[in-house]
């Protein structure tokens, strides 16, 4: 079983940034999909990005250009770095981690991730 734990959520104004991170309990698999989900109240679940083991990202066209998924992480940790946020970028924010890499993107649904964070909340405001 592993543990994600997100964190670096928090309350910005619109044009800041946030880096969110996602801690993994173990590290005992060599390949990997991480997404980057976030969800309103009312609304569903949306993926953001996803990386693989293989360093590729994939960003959804709401993100693209201003969120990254760094690579100078420290192990069993993947983060989010949050660009030029906007007040529509309010959500909590979640990480999920799967160990097949096929089709790995932010079109992936939550429900095809195996292990599932409890999610950080990022609030933006005008």
């Known amino acids: 079983q592993v543990q994600l734990v997100e964190s670096g959520g928090g309350s910005v104004q619109a044009g800041g940034s946030l880096r969110l991170s996602c801690a993994a309990s173990k590290d005992s698999y060599r390949t990997y999909c991480m997404g980057w989900f976030r969800q309103v109240p009312g609304k569903e679940r949306e993926g953001v990005a996803a990386?693989?083991?293989?360093?590729?990202?994939r960003y959804a066209g709401s993100v693209k250009g201003r969120f990254t998924i760094p690579q100078d992480n420290a192990k069993n940790t993947q983060s989010l770095q949050m660009n030029n946020l906007k007040p529509e970028d309010t959500a909590m924010y979640y990480c999920?981690?799967?160990?097949?890499?096929?089709?790995?993107?932010?079109?992936?649904?939550?429900?095809?991730?195996?292990?599932r964070g409890q999610g950080t909340q990022v609030t933006v405001s005008s």
């Open positions: 990386i693989d083991s293989d360093g590729n990202s």
């Open positions: 999920a981690a799967r160990i097949s890499t096929q089709n790995c993107s932010p079109d992936l649904l939550v429900h095809t991730y195996t292990w």
